[in-house]
């Protein structure tokens, strides 16, 4: 059992999603076994979400002050094993070394 980890809170100053069809072959290609690329009118799709966080805290800290974060992730528009829609995301970017201290323990 995963022990429950503390709420990391910040305040979202911007957020920019860009989305891009790939062929779908491309994209399996880049999934672990169990997922499959969920198919968009014969596209996969793969997002890119940057955001830039500010007052960053873990709970019960209130987010007055913190350190600010720039980061980005690929997402893939993905079906499970039971064949639901769901979001893959291979890895986290980000320019704070708090951040990828937190994401590293398994913080979102």
């Given at each position: 059992?995963?022990?429950?980890?503390?709420?990391?809170?910040?305040?979202?100053?911007?957020?920019?999603?860009?989305?891009?069809?790939?062929p779908p072959d491309v994209l399996a290609a880049e999934l672990p076994g169990c997922?499959?690329?969920?198919?968009?009118?014969?596209?996969?799709?793969?997002?890119?979400?940057?955001?830039?966080?500010?007052?960053?805290?873990?709970a019960p800290l209130p987010p007055m002050i913190g350190p600010r974060s720039m980061?980005?992730?690929?997402?893939?528009?993905?079906?499970?094993?039971?064949?639901?829609?769901?979001?893959?995301?291979?890895?986290?970017?980000?320019?704070?070394?708090?951040?990828?201290?937190?994401?590293?323990?398994?913080?979102?």
């Amino acid at each position: 059992m995963r022990p429950v980890l503390p709420s990391v809170r910040a305040r979202m100053r911007e957020r920019y999603i860009v989305n891009v069809r790939v062929p779908p072959d491309v994209l399996a290609a880049e999934l672990p076994g169990c997922l499959d690329p969920q198919d968009v009118n014969g596209w996969g799709i793969v997002s890119f979400c940057l955001l830039d966080l500010r007052r960053i805290s873990v709970a019960p800290l209130p987010p007055m002050i913190g350190p600010r974060s720039m980061g980005c992730a690929a997402r893939y528009a993905v079906l499970d094993e039971g064949g639901a829609p769901s979001v893959f995301v291979p890895e986290r970017q980000t320019g704070s070394r708090l951040g990828a201290w937190f994401t590293r323990r398994g913080f979102s």
